[in-house]
């Protein structure tokens, strides 16, 4: 029987997606996000089984408000598409049982072709773009982030529906170059319905200091609206560019 590796589960999530939702989250991550707020998740065969039947269970007690406030299912990690045939199992059998709306959150390291049976059943993706700039993408992640675009002009060529979000960490994604460029590149893709900056905050450094990982962004403060609004208007001025062309 397939199992997937769990880290936890929330009943209540209003931010993963549309309406109030019940947001897994996967075990298993392949980036290494300096700002990383859950590296407990990075291990791939840590965290606890559980099968489908036992992941609905925890789901049907709160059907009518997901229902009723339009939200759904929203599997999240560490990264999702390491189990992508468990969670693929998953929003099936959500949607033919209850017909429930189904998100996916995913740093999008994988290939759109190898995880199409997933995407079929999987009505939004939340998709975290961390830095345009390849260079200071593998400085933040350990990897490049060729995978990610590509995995966005995927979702853009076959009419997926995305949210694109990105984490603003002051003196790493400040560059002006850097936000039109991000702005740009959104600004050639199809489907995306909402983009949202998420300020990066302190509030999982003790994670790392019980797990005994050297924190790097020690002393990084969470942006100011001013920052935040900034990084708004030049991404904007960034899409529009691209638009004229």
């Not at 606890?48 to 929203?74: D, F």
């Not at 400085?139 to 990105?166: C, E, P, Q, V, Y």
Request: net charge negative; hydrophobic share 35%; aromatic share 8%.
């Amino acid at each position: 029987m397939l199992k997937g590796h769990i880290h936890s589960l929330e009943t209540f999530g209003t931010v993963d997606g549309p309406g109030i939702r019940f947001v897994l989250f996967m075990q298993g991550c392949l980036l290494k996000c300096q700002y990383c707020h859950n590296p407990d998740t990075w291990g791939l065969n840590e965290g606890k089984e559980m099968t489908v039947e036992e992941v609905l269970a925890e789901i049907e007690p709160y059907l009518n408000y997901y229902k009723t406030s339009g939200g759904g299912l929203t599997v999240s990690g560490g990264e999702p598409t390491l189990q992508a045939h468990f969670v693929k199992q998953l929003f099936t059998e959500v949607k033919k049982r209850w017909n429930l709306h189904t998100t996916l959150d995913t740093n999008g390291y994988n290939d759109g072709s190898k995880i199409s049976d997933l995407l079929d059943v999987t009505d939004l993706v939340l998709l975290d773009l961390k830095h345009i700039d390849d260079e200071a993408h593998i400085k933040l992640t350990g990897k490049s982030n060729d995978r990610t675009l590509k995995l966005a002009r995927w979702l853009s060529d076959n009419n997926r529906k995305m949210w694109i979000r990105h984490v603003y960490v002051p003196g790493i994604h400040n560059k002006e170059e850097d936000l039109h460029n991000l702005g740009r590149f959104i600004g050639t893709l199809n489907g995306v319905e909402k983009f949202e900056i998420l300020p990066y905050h302190v509030m999982g450094i003790y994670k790392w200091q019980e797990l005994g990982r050297p924190y790097e962004l020690e002393g990084v403060e969470t942006p100011s609206d001013e920052e935040v609004q900034r990084a708004y208007r030049l991404i904007e001025e960034g899409r529009k560019q691209s638009a004229l062309v």
